[in-house]
């Protein structure tokens, strides 16, 4: 035990101090320390990676341009509002040529559509689901984002994406918010931009999508998480906006939540346990590995056609 928590501050003051450990790069260290010493705090990951990323994305709110957000915003409604019920059709009628349980499919197709492990949160306790349908949904979700993650941007520059491009296209293919966020960071400030207000956009759509769980399931206490940290982030747009005599104090709360991003994907790797591993069965990871195919590929189509 001792052992383990030397090791994990040691890795939590280099994601924090180096430079040059990027969020890719903090991802693959927590997982390396998931899979050989494990995390001497894991029961107290979960609240912690939470309050980090919501504090980030509202702390790289004051970085942004109000204008541009809108605009990004806009531009990406349509395709958002699209992808999420094509992703929700497919996903579905994927988990029952697989055989994949009812509720697990509809797990597994609400993060892949919508934001990933803050979705199937949302949806598991609106479904009735059990411990091992929520670690398996889980389980899909935190491989598929830490292959995007790394994946992603070299992609993106194999095929020359512009900004713009590149931040629509992680914001809409990657599931969890962190990774899109991690990715896009990487790739440049423009695409951050991008992909931050389109995701947390798409990630509004936990509410109307759980109201609707709730009322076709039959289901007694069900509980509708919002997002409300979203209305936060705005808020930080709307206040660098109108006050921009602060700019120098936003650069530096923007540079502090890129860093708090970083690591937060380091304590997401370290997340990943083994056991979160050996729980996901080889039917559902392919409806998940399937899906996240279908998306990632016909919404890059889209994103080269339009944009």
């Not at 705090?41 to 912690?48: E, Q, S, T, Y």
């Not at 349980?101 to 892949?112: A, K, M, N, P």
């Not at 803050?118 to 009735?128: K, T």
């Not at 889980?138 to 995007?148: E, Q, R, T």
Request: hydrophobic fraction near 55%; include cysteine.
């Amino acid at each position: 035990m001792e052992t383990a928590k030397k090791v994990l501050f040691i890795g939590l003051f280099l994601v924090t101090f180096l430079p040059f450990i990027d969020p890719p790069v903090a991802l693959f260290l927590g997982i390396i320390v998931a899979q050989t010493i494990g995390h001497p705090f894991i029961k107290w990951n979960k609240p912690v990676t939470s309050f980090l990323l919501k504090a980030s994305i509202i702390g790289l709110g004051f970085g942004m341009n109000l204008e541009y957000a809108i605009q990004a915003g806009k531009d990406g409604i349509l395709f958002t509002v699209f992808s999420i019920f094509l992703t929700l059709i497919v996903g579905i009628y994927l988990g029952r040529l697989l055989k994949v349980d009812r509720v697990s499919s509809t797990l597994i197709s609400g993060g892949t559509a919508i934001c990933g492990g803050s979705a199937i949160a949302a949806f598991g306790p609106i479904l009735g689901a059990g411990e091992k349908q929520m670690s398996v949904s889980l389980g899909i979700v935190f491989i598929l984002n830490s292959v995007a993650l790394f994946v992603f941007p070299h992609i993106g520059k194999w095929l020359s994406l512009n900004q713009e491009e590149f931040g629509m296209w992680a914001a809409i293919a990657i599931h969890d918010t962190s990774s899109v966020v991690g990715a896009a960071s990487k790739y440049g400030d423009q695409a951050l931009m991008t992909a931050t207000t389109v995701k947390l956009t798409r990630a509004l759509w936990i509410i109307p999508l759980s109201l609707l769980m709730a009322i076709t399931t039959a289901k007694d206490d069900k509980k509708i998480k919002i997002p409300f940290f979203i209305f936060l982030f705005v808020g930080a747009l709307i206040f660098a906006y109108y006050f921009p005599q602060f700019e120098k104090v936003y650069g530096i709360i923007s540079s502090v939540a890129k860093k708090g991003l970083t690591v937060t994907l380091f304590l997401i790797g370290t997340g990943i346990s083994r056991k979160t591993l050996k729980s996901v069965g080889v039917n559902p990871f392919l409806q998940g590995t399937i899906l996240w195919i279908v998306v990632s590929i016909s919404t890059l189509f889209i994103v080269r056609l339009l944009y």
